[in-house]
């Protein structure tokens, strides 16, 4: 009786275990591409920065016109901007030194357009870029005189103007031609925005940042 019933639990403890060892197999196979699928979106996106980094050197290098600000990520026009007291306009009547200032600002616009250009080349050309588009920051700032609300909207209005004054002369980052590609956004800081000179006069600035978006990230799914 007893070797009967010995009999009959082996088989049953050979197929539990067999059962349990094909769901573990299962649940490891599961993680494992899971895993891999992380592993190669990590990579992807790691190409995709790196691309855009490639890309951005130019910028980087043309320090007449461009400093990279390296803990904040963004780039400042190297020049000044100076405008008169509660002034915005990117005009002769609102700008300090207007000749010397109005020639940085159209180099500065032409470099800018052709690092835009190049990222839509590139974008064309490279397969793992297809998905990848770029928000635009072009961000005015205000030096702490005045009331604050109001420099807050001063400063926007700056952005703003240089935005207007880049299209008058055909440097328009929101053309047909960079749809799927630009999101153009400005922005005022006013007396706010990391990074703030110590000397309050250098404050009326403008920085440019430029972010890729790299599109759906699977592996938060």
């Known amino acids: 009786m007893n ?11 050979t197929d539990l275990m067999t059962s349990l060892f094909f769901i573990m197999l299962v649940l490891f196979v599961l993680v494992f591409t899971k895993q891999s699928r992380q592993i190669k979106d990590l990579e992807r996106q790691l190409a995709i920065v790196n691309a855009v980094d490639e890309n951005l050197k130019p910028l980087k290098s043309e ?3 461009f400093t990279y600000e390296e803990e904040y990520k963004r780039f400042k026009l190297s020049f000044d901007v100076k405008f008169n007291p509660d002034k915005s ?3 002769s009547s609102d700008l300090e030194n207007y000749f010397s ?17 190049g990222l839509k080349k590139s974008k064309e050309s490279d397969s793992k870029l297809k998905d990848v588009s770029y928000i635009l920051v072009i961000a005015g700032y205000a030096s702490k005189t005045g009331e ?16 207007n004054y880049w299209r008058t002369q055909g440097i ?6 960079y749809n799927n590609l630009i999101d153009l ?13 110590i000397n309050e006069a250098d404050n009326q600035r403008f920085l440019i940042q430029i972010f890729p978006k790299i599109g759906d990230i699977k592996w938060l799914e």
């Open 3 to 13: 070797s009967k019933k010995t009999d009959f639990f082996w088989p049953s403890y």
């Open 63 to 65: 320090k007449s016109l």
């Open 89 to 91: 306009k990117i005009s």
């Open 101 to 117: 200032t109005i020639s940085n600002i159209n180099r500065a616009g032409v470099k800018l357009k052709s690092i835009i250009d």
């Open 148 to 163: 604050e609300n109001h420099n807050y909207e001063l400063s926007y209005q700056r952005a703003l103007s240089l935005r």
């Open 172 to 177: 328009d980052f929101e053309a047909p031609e």
């Open 185 to 197: 956004q400005l922005s005022g800081n006013g007396w706010g925005g990391v990074g703030r000179q």
